[in-house]
T-cell receptor, first 112, second 115 residues
Framework: KAGVTQTPRYLIKTRGQQVTLSCSPISGHRSVSWYQQTPGQGLQFLFE???????NKGNFPGRFSGRQFSNSRSEMNVSTLELGDSALYLC???????????FGSGTRLTVV | DQQVKQNSPSLSVQEGRISILNCDYTNSMFDYFLWYKKYPAEGPTFLIS?????DKNEDGRFTVFLNKSAKHLSLHIVPSQPGDSAVYFCAASGDDGGSQGNLIFGKGTKLSVKP
């Protein structure tokens, strides 16, 4: 059974650029959430999508955005990158919260 | 202001003994609690969950206890094995349909199980 797939695994971008990260959830999972992990702040919720609609959003600036497609695949976009955006970005999908959210291996973004 | 707190950054336990990982929360609206294990360079792996209508949930060597009045939950691992060495995260969610996917994580506890 395929897990949550995130691409790319590693990314280096320059300050001011924009980036798009991709997430393919487990088949049958309609809820997809995105998290940012940094050493100082830990795991922080970015946003959640369910059936192509953003259902919830964390406390991140508008430079962070996302979307979900009809096949449940999701993308997140960060515009005007800042050095502080360097982090591990994790995507998670779920069928139901009682089964937990399954996380992908993440995309390591480095902004230089 | 942290809504989910794991006050012990690290814990060391002997193989075969019990590991007890603790978590406190402040938001009484949280209705679902989850524990995750994380190895370096990997995403978190779901271990076990508990809803607020229960006070205990068991799955093999893992048991989670919830004390709603104290806003406290704990994860017990019995017996502990060296392969359990990892960072453990406690997470909470408000189960109102609108925020299930919004997991609030603690900062994690690094468990080391010594042979």
């Amino acid at each position: 059974k395929a897990g949550v797939t995130q691409t790319p695994r590693y990314l280096i971008k320059t300050r001011g650029q924009q980036v798009t990260l991709s997430c393919s959830p487990i088949s049958g999972h309609r809820s997809v959430s995105w998290y940012q992990q940094t050493p100082g702040q830990g795991l922080q919720f970015l946003f959640e999508y369910f059936s192509e609609t953003q259902r919830n959003k964390g406390n991140f600036p508008g430079r962070f955005s996302g979307r979900q497609f009809s096949n449940s695949r999701s993308e997140m976009n960060v515009s005007t990158l800042e050095l502080g955006d360097s982090a591990l970005y994790l995507c998670a999908s779920s069928r139901d919260i009682s089964w937990g959210y399954t996380f992908g291996s993440g995309t390591r973004l480095t902004v230089v | 202001d942290q809504q989910v707190k794991q006050n012990s950054p690290s814990l060391s336990v002997q193989e075969g003994r019990i590991s007890i990982l603790n978590c406190d929360y402040t938001n009484s609206m949280f209705d679902y609690f989850l524990w995750y294990k994380k190895y370096p360079a990997e995403g978190p792996t779901f271990l076990i969950s508990i809803s607020s209508i229960k006070d205990k949930n068991e799955d093999g060597r893992f048991t989670v206890f919830l004390n709603k009045s104290a806003k406290h939950l704990s994860l017990h691992i019995v017996p502990s094995q060296p392969g359990d060495s990892a960072v453990y995260f406690c997470a909470a969610s408000g189960d109102d349909g609108g925020s299930q996917g919004n997991l609030i994580f603690g900062k994690g506890t690094k468990l080391s199980v010594k042979p």
